[in-house]
T-cell receptor, first 109, second 114 residues
């Protein structure tokens, strides 16, 4: 099993603050993805990173893939209440997408 | 533009009862997956179907069976429900993409076994 560990597990911050969440594995992945899941809904894809060292920006969200393709981070600038949700990373296996345990983010207005 | 549709959305079963969770996708994807989501455990793969007519076990298949009825539909059956199967179940349709796979999820089925 290719384990993906996410940290922190829970994060509660004030609106306007910056934050970073992490996704780490002992395995190398050909790609890593980040999903956001809102209550009562299924996860929705935010981004896919493929190349070691790759940085992708999606408005206030910045995603980075580690040079060794074993880890990734998600940085949110000036968090807003709409960013509240469960953030999941996922790595592609042979016949599967392996999901991390998630970071539950709450942004307090 | 339905994407992935799961039914039912909520279900309560008594221990030992059986039920089938239905999933259908309209994106013409070959691959479909069933995950369960438990607090602190993330999404764990139960079964998957890489193409019509094939199914394979995932990480936690015990207590479940699946049927890939056609390209659109992939059902999950609990033959004799147990409290340990209380969970939220998600069906996903996977666009393989050579290096950028994307999973499209249904809204989930919240199952409670009492």
């Amino acid at each position: 099993t290719q384990l993906l560990e996410q940290s922190p597990q829970f994060l509660s911050i004030q609106e306007g603050e910056n934050l970073t969440v992490y996704c780490n594995s002992s395995s190398v992945f050909s790609s890593l993805q980040w999903y956001r899941q809102e209550p009562g809904e299924g996860p929705v894809l935010l981004v896919t990173v493929v190349t070691g060292g790759e940085v992708k920006k999606l408005k206030r969200l910045t995603f980075q893939f580690g040079d060794a393709r074993k880890d990734s981070s998600l940085h949110i600038t000036a968090a807003q209440p709409g960013d509240t949700g469960l953030y999941l990373c996922a790595g592609r296996g042979a016949n599967n997408l392996f999901f991390g345990t998630g970071t539950r983010l709450t942004v307090i207005p | 533009n339905a994407g992935v549709t799961q039914t039912p959305k909520f279900q309560v079963l008594k221990t030992g009862q059986s039920m089938t969770l239905q999933c259908a996708q309209d994106m013409n994807h070959n691959s479909m997956y069933w995950y369960r989501q438990d607090p602190g455990m993330g999404l764990r793969l139960i079964y998957y179907s890489a193409s019509e007519g094939t199914t394979d076990k995932g990480e936690v298949p015990n207590g479940y069976n699946v049927s890939r009825l056609n390209k659109r539909e992939f059902s999950l059956r609990l033959e004799s429900a147990a409290p340990s199967q209380t969970s939220v179940y998600f069906c996903a349709s996977i666009y393989p993409g050579r290096s950028r796979p994307e999973a499209f999820f249904g809204q989930g089925t919240r199952l409670t076994v009492v």
